[in-house]
């Protein structure tokens, strides 16, 4: 079975500040990827600046190939103590996680990291280390499927000081709440679920920024979603062979898209009327393909009961084509391929405008964006 390393990551600013102090990097390489999350101390500009500098710096070097004493050595003598308070200026953790499972781990006055299996906290066998005259701690250890990593910087542990709580949300708290949550399906779940309660510690007004990075090693799941026909009518057999070798659940999005398919595998589409509503037209089921519905009316709602999980919390109950639809994307799905006909439908728009102004397309754009943001690995091929 394939593999994949997925990872995600949100913060929310200090209330009243326009930039964040804290700051995350990702990049993948070619056995894997290294992210790092760095805090800046304090809050604004500055903290921006600060924890910029020291992911920027940390991902470029061990990107590069330095090794991690170089890359801390150059981090600590470019961000030196505050000589006032006599703390670092950038705190940060940095992980090195490989394909294989095999991760190494560096902490700097982070909180410490979460991680759990099967729903079980993990021990991570931390070691202190000297380097460039800070104390670091340094682990290996093995990442397993469905295993949960979570990062959080200080304004986790304070979230509700001034405001619910006298002392915050102490690390053994989040640790609890994270393991209750540890087993959801994607990394994006658990971090807004972690975010989402520290906002509402601070009452929506958070006393210090406050970031999640959630990793966790997921199987590949495929979805292969086809709207609209080729533009050109002599593609359409290329068009069905790409919708026979493709892997994974298929999506048949248009009734022009899925009679090409039906007459081609001389297979009947049959209508259900199960979740119907007034607002969309039925979906519809056939040999061979996981899902039929209609075209842009769907692909538009789609997109919006997306946001609403993403940005509102609202869970997508509906069973009309559109809720299906979104939840196959949402937790069935890790990569994601949409092959989108360019030929237009005169019942949408002017024939005359050019792609950009294609009303499926855009909509077909803005159903990609909003995948990614949810951590999906989506292609968007036009035909």
Sequence with gaps: MEYYIDASYKSINKFGEELCGDKVETVKTEDGCILVLSDGLGSGVKANILATLTSKIAITMLKSGSSIEETLDTIMNTLPECKIRKLAYSTFTIIKLNNNGDCYMVEYENPPTFFYRDGRDVFINRKEKIIAGKKIFESYFKFYPE????????????????????????????????????????????????????????????????????????PIKYLNLFTGPPKDIKEDENFIKKVEESQGIRVLSGG???????????????????????????????????????????????????????????????????????????????????????????????????????IKLKVVTELKSILEI???IVNLEYI
């Design 256 to 358: 022009t898209t899925a009679n090409i398919i039906s007459k081609a595998w001389d297979e009947e589409i049959k209508i259900d009327l199960k979740g119907y509503n007034d607002n969309l037209p039925p979906v519809g089921h056939m040999r061979g393909v996981d899902l039929v519905t209609e075209g842009l009316l769907t692909l538009n709602r789609t997109v919006e009961y997306i946001k609403e999980y993403i940005y509102e919390g609202d869970e997508i109950t509906s069973e009309d084509g559109a809720g299906v639809l979104g939840r196959m994307l949402l937790f069935d799905a890790s990569h994601i391929n949409i092959v989108a006909g360019t030929a237009v439908n005169s019942a949408h728009q002017n024939p005359d405008f050019p792609i950009d102004f294609n």
């Design 147 to 218: 295993d949960l990593l979570t990062v959080v910087s200080d304004g986790a542990v304070h979230a509700g000081v001034g405001e619910f709580l006298n002392l915050g949300w102490q690390w053994e708290n989040i640790n609890d709440f994270l393991r209750d949550i540890s087993q959801k399906k994607y990394a994006t779940d658990v971090t807004n679920s972690l975010l989402d309660v520290c906002k509402r510690l601070y009452n929506d007004k958070p006393g210090d920024d406050t970031t999640v990075l959630s990793v966790k090693f997921q």
């Design 374 to 376: 949810f951590g999906k």
